[in-house]
């Protein structure tokens, strides 16, 4: 075995836990990636159906709702999609807030 290949494998390891915090920062700039930038919906039905609709942001897996809360953060109501991904397994929420459609 070349005697190099334990510190290329320790690199490798080190890019890749350097990749997955680059990814999961992007994320939380995303909307809905953090409560100060909820997404916008028009009933909490629309929240289970947005949040699953992008793919796992590490890994391109699926997302899995695992719970549907609702949350009040800096006097603001927002509701609050937990998800797990079912391929790499790693949990993310994403953040909504309920607007009323203005009705004519
Ligand atoms: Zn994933």
Request: charge should be positive; proline fraction near 8%; hydrophobic fraction near 35%.
């Amino acid at each position: 075995m070349p005697r190099d290949s334990r510190p290329v494998r320790r690199q490798r390891a080190r890019e890749q836990a350097r990749l997955v915090r680059d990814q999961e920062r992007l994320a939380r700039l995303q909307p809905g990636g953090a409560p100060e930038r909820p997404l916008q919906v028009e009933s909490p039905a629309q929240v289970d159906v947005v949040a699953t609709a992008s793919p796992c942001p590490l890994c391109g897996g699926t997302l899995r709702l695992e719970e549907h809360a609702a949350e009040r953060v800096g006097g603001v109501s927002l509701r609050v999609a937990r998800l797990r991904c079912r391929r790499c397994g790693i949990s993310r929420s994403r953040y909504f807030r309920l607007v009323n459609r203005e009705l004519h």
